[in-house]
């Protein structure tokens, strides 16, 4: 003959829902946790690689699609460079620039870059500025940011 006394007492079933309950809880705060720490790290990111560029009011710019004052969505670590695409560039000891990326004069349509760097040019004619035809090219290093989109505020 057994003995009932030695069988462990089975869990009364509100003890396994509440045991349940605080496991799902626990699983749910981690996950609050996860999805706020990739959230902030996302947010970290778009901040460091876009930024916002506002057009001074008060000067004509170079790049005839967009009105002085414009808003400007930029890359500041663009991955890939195309011909035409809006650039912000450094100029010696002038501070940035604004032009699209052109064709070398002398080289093949398709031609992006030299080997002395990027032809850049503005292209509205009533802003004269610096650019290409005065600085000549522009190294890899020069270019600040890619014009991604005005933004209309």
Known sequence: MTSNSDAPAPDPPL?????????RRRIL????????VVAFLGLWYLAQRFE???LPEDACTPVSSFSPGSSLLVDRTPAELFLGDVVLFELP?????LGRISVPPGSAPETLRTEDGYW????????PAPDSR???TFPGSAIAARVLFPIRL
Do not use: F, M, P, Y
């Open 29 to 36: 705060a981690r996950l609050r946790l996860v999805v706020v």
């Open 52 to 54: 916002l560029v506002k």
């Open 134 to 136: 005065t600085h000549g």
């Open 120 to 127: 850049i040019l503005g292209d509205a004619s009533d802003c």
């Open 93 to 97: 000891g002038e501070g940035l620039g």
């Open 15 to 23: 003890g396994r829902l509440a045991l349940a309950q605080q496991q």
